[in-house]
Structure formats: C-alpha cells, structure tokens
C-alpha cells in the first residue's frame, strides 16, 4: 500500500506563504503543514488553520532565524539578549557540535514553541524542523525527548534515501550542495532510528525533496507520484506567493515557491495519486 504526505513547511513565515498553502490544501493535493511558532504570520496562519480542520498542522520547530519563543535569560546559550536565534545554520551547528549551545536550551525553547501552538487552539500533528536542524544527533536527542514528554508521538524522517535524492536531483534540477547536505544528513540516520524506537516515536517510512528543495514543479511532483515506493512517504515542499513581505525575508527561495504551489494544484499529480490508489493521508495518520 502507497500512502503520501505532502506536507509545507514555512507555514506563518508570511502572510502569501499562508495563502499559497491554504489554496493548495483547498484546491489542490496538500494535506499538511508545518508551523512556525516565531513567525511574523503567526496568528494569519492560525486563522487560516481554523478555516481548513482537515489539514495537519504540525511545530515547523525553529532553532535558526527569527526570535526565540521563550524568554531569552531562559535559554542563554541558544539565544542572544534580545532574543535572535543564531543567524545560520553552519554557525548553529558549529555551536551544538562543540557544545556551546545546551540542550536544556533547546528543550525548553522546543516547549514553549508547542505551547504557543496549543493555546492557540492546534493538537499539533507532528514535529519537524526549519533548516533540518533536529539531523543533527545531539539535537534529536532532546527533541526525541521533549516529543515525549510533550505527548507528541509523530515525527519527521529527515533521511533522503541517497538513490532517491540522486534521482529527485536529476529531474529537478538541485544544487550540488543540496545533493551534499542529503548525502551529510544521511551519516546520522541509524542513531536516529536507534532514538526513535527508545522513546516510540513514529515516522513515515520515506522521506523526499531535500535535494530538489525549491524545484519541486508540476513535472518533477509528477514523477515522483509515479516512481513512489510502497509504504508511507512524505513529500517536504515550500509553496508561497513571492510578494512584498517574502522579498523583505531575504530568504533564498522566492520564486521556487510559486513553481512548488503550481506543482500542488497540478490536475495530473491528482489524477496520478487517484490512478494509483495512493492514499493521502496527514502525520495523524500514522501507525
């Protein structure tokens, strides 16, 4: 059985982002999102979230960019005085890999990201993080943890299979950097499913679209349906509208997101998961 999970990230980055997701959930094949409890769109995308109960929306967890969510003397080694999270993600893993950052900071910045969530009305559905920052093994283990102790069983599979990130590169079109943080990510799979299975945590079986991250178009969301291999997959994407507000983001995808959001309304990728029999389903759905 083929089930599939396209899920958004970015999700409360910005008032388009929110847009584009809300459409392609509506119109088009998008069951899940992620969001960013830091983000400048926070509340649009609460509202949006309301207005579309069958989408999940999972903690799009951010431990790069933007503002912390708790208090910054509360987690001192994660966050500067007024509260700025490190400003890349070489400079975050550099800190967490030499110890510098402490875990009890990521935690407790991991809980209060969920608890903004919570009281604003949304069970998360699941846990992921911006930047793939949680592939790191000292990060997962605390995220590991607190999921737990959070009560938030469902997890994402950061790990790209690299015959697959290979064959996703080719049809899309990824950078060779893209390629390389795949193939890097890859080295600490097995202590992350080690992690998994301590704290039971669950996870789709297959993972794509970190090494075609922004080219994810209507021909390459196509191929991807066809060639999806039995079991449960999620599918990462970033659709937006490149507006105003997005530009002002200085984030490197912008354009990409619009080609994401048409591969999502795409009429062929829904008829190829209908021909298929491929169920859609959200991280809720996970067994």
């Known amino acids: 059985m083929k ?4 899920n958004a990230d970015d999700f409360g980055y910005t008032r ?25 769109a926070f509340d649009d995308a609460v509202e949006s979230a309301r207005a579309c109960p069958e989408l999940g929306v999972g903690c799009h967890f951010v431990l790069v960019g933007g503002h912390s969510v ?77 999921a737990q102790e959070l009560a938030i069983r469902n997890v994402r599979n950061p790990f790209e299979r690299l015959g697959d990130s290979w064959a996703s590169a080719r049809r899309g079109r990824a950078l060779g950097i893209q390629l390389v943080a795949s193939a890097a990510a890859r080295l600490s799979s097995r202590q992350f499913f080690n992690t998994l299975k301590k704290y039971d945590l669950l996870t789709p079986d297959h993972f794509l679209g970190l090494a075609v991250t922004g080219h994810l178009g209507p021909a ?31 984030t490197r995808l912008k354009m990409e997101r619009e080609n994401e959001l048409q591969a999502l309304l795409d009429p062929e990728v829904k008829r190829l998961i209908e021909e298929g029999n491929i169920r859609r389903i959200t991280f809720r759905d996970l067994r």
């Open 3 to 6: 089930e599939l999970i396209l």
């Open 16 to 40: 388009g982002i929110n847009a584009a997701i809300l459409r392609a959930h509506r119109e088009g094949v998008l069951t899940s999102a992620t969001l960013m409890a830091n983000g400048p």
């Open 70 to 146: 708790a208090k910054p003397h509360e987690i001192p080694s994660l966050a500067k005085p007024d509260g700025r999270l490190p400003e890349s993600l070489a400079v975050f893993v550099a800190r967490v890999s030499s110890g510098s950052i402490k875990t009890e900071d990521i935690a407790a910045e991991l809980r209060a990201q969920v608890a903004k969530i919570r009281r604003a009305g949304i069970e998360p559905s699941h846990i992921d993080s911006h930047k793939h920052t949680y592939a790191h093994p000292k990060v997962f283990g605390v995220v590991a943890r607190t």
């Open 220 to 250: 390459e969301l196509r191929e991807t349906v066809r060639t999806l291999p039995e079991g449960t997959t999620e599918v990462m994407l970033h659709p937006g509208y490149c507006d105003a507000d997005l530009e002002a983001t200085g």
